[in-house]
């Protein structure tokens, strides 16, 4: 396992990040998985090595610039480069108000994690990966950032409105194309992807999509060719609009 690619996968103890562990630890990938809880990601690690999975736990609290420098250390010690950043760690806070009912503290607490967090993480991961000579970041985003579809009253989400959660994801959409541009010199490609509505903890499993169906397009993008695209808003049909 010496030659196989490292991917640090944030909020990788359960839900898609888990899956997408388990879909990358069956391809050869070594598996560092962000937990905030260090049980979790412990029991998470424990999962995955029943399943012959190369996995190690990394604490990594995306909200907390102290585990995110400690993580990069970690990562910097051990293997002195990153190839794969999932940047998958999320909340959802809203409760199902309208924009005009949100908790202004809601609204802050959803970006600190879905926003801050994620810029706090790709930024600090960022020269570990252009050690890679083909490094990938995945966002995960979600149908529900398209502001083409949150527009358009035929769309199978128009009814939702979370302020808080889906403005976060349309802002997790704008880091994307950033920092793509940013690296469009570079051997690095970032993406956003929508896993479609998987039955997760952050819907209390009312999503009608499984986690192997959600985790099929952060698996995909992750492991791009490198003429693969970057830059862009993907599900597993293809090209999600903005």
Not at 39 to 64: P, Q, R, S
Not at 144 to 166: C, I, K, R, V
């Amino acid at each position: 396992m010496g030659n196989s690619k490292i991917v640090l996968i944030t909020g990788g103890n359960k839900g898609i990040g888990f899956e997408t562990a388990r879909q990358l630890g069956h391809l050869g990938f070594t598996i560092l998985l962000g937990s905030r809880d260090e049980t979790k990601g412990k029991e998470a690690m424990a999962a995955l090595k029943t399943e012959n999975i190369n996995a190690k736990v990394i604490t990594l609290d995306v909200t907390d610039l102290d585990t995110i420098q400690s993580a990069v250390k970690q990562i910097d010690d051990q293997y002195g480069s990153l190839d794969v950043l999932i940047n998958n760690a999320g909340l959802s806070l809203d409760g199902g108000v309208p924009p005009s009912q949100l908790e202004l503290v809601n609204l802050r607490m959803t970006y600190e994690t879905n926003v801050f967090g994620m810029f706090s993480v790709t930024k600090a991961m960022l020269p570990l990966i252009k050690k890679s000579p083909a490094g990938r970041i995945v966002n995960l985003s979600s149908g529900l950032a398209s502001l083409t579809l949150n527009s358009d009253p035929e769309s199978e989400f128009y009814g939702l409105n979370l302020l808080a959660y889906m403005s976060s994801k349309t802002a997790i959409n704008a880091l994307t194309v950033l920092f793509a541009k940013e690296l469009r010199d570079t051997s690095i490609k970032i993406n956003s992807a929508d896993p479609g509505f998987t039955s997760t903890d952050l819907n209390g499993h009312r999503g009608y999509r499984s986690v192997e169906q959600g985790a099929s397009i952060v698996v995909k993008l992750a492991t791009l060719a490198n003429d693969g695209p970057t830059g862009g808003f993907f599900d597993e049909n293809g090209v999600v609009p903005w």
